[in-house]
């Protein structure tokens, strides 16, 4: 682990939370497909927002992270109403890259798995670097 990365993060810390399906995060609100049931691009955002802060506890003052990488397997079908709840492991840490294992379930089963990876950055560097991409962008305008 480097220096960057935050004393405090280590290979087997866990979070978990839970949430209830609502209207607004099923397949057909969110326009990838038609049925009232919890949509993956809902999961994929429970699962970046608990390993974001999952690690976040742990960084030093001006760092965060940004999602790299989502594999995902959206298993099974959640009706709204429902909770669903996402359980989280550190499984690797290598350079300013943290690994994350997540299962996502719902009261009957199983509905998901991914692996996860997000890279620790410094906050004022990375925001430089993208004011000077909007105006690279706004001078070609």
């Known amino acids: ?6 004393g405090g ?7 978990e939370a839970s949430q209830t399906v609502t209207e607004e995060r099923t397949a057909r609100h969110l326009g990838s497909g038609s049925l009232k049931v919890f949509a993956t691009p809902s999961m994929v955002q429970f699962i970046e927002e608990n390993c974001h802060k999952l690690a976040a506890r742990f960084l030093a003052p001006g760092k965060s992270t940004v999602g790299v990488s989502l594999q995902i397997q959206h298993l099974a079908p959640t009706p ?20 994350f294992r997540a299962e996502v379930s719902d009261e009957a089963e199983v ?10 950055i410094d906050v004022e560097r990375f925001l430089k670097r ?3 991409k909007g105006r690279a962008a706004s001078a070609q305008a």
């Open 1 to 6: 682990m480097s220096e960057r990365s935050g």
């Open 9 to 15: 993060l280590a290979v087997g810390l866990m979070t």
């Open 80 to 99: 709204v109403g429902q909770r669903v709840t996402v359980r989280a492991e550190i499984t690797q840490l290598e350079g300013n890259l943290i690994t």
């Open 111 to 120: 509905i998901g798995r991914a692996e996860h990876v997000r890279a620790i």
């Open 130 to 132: 993208v004011e000077a």
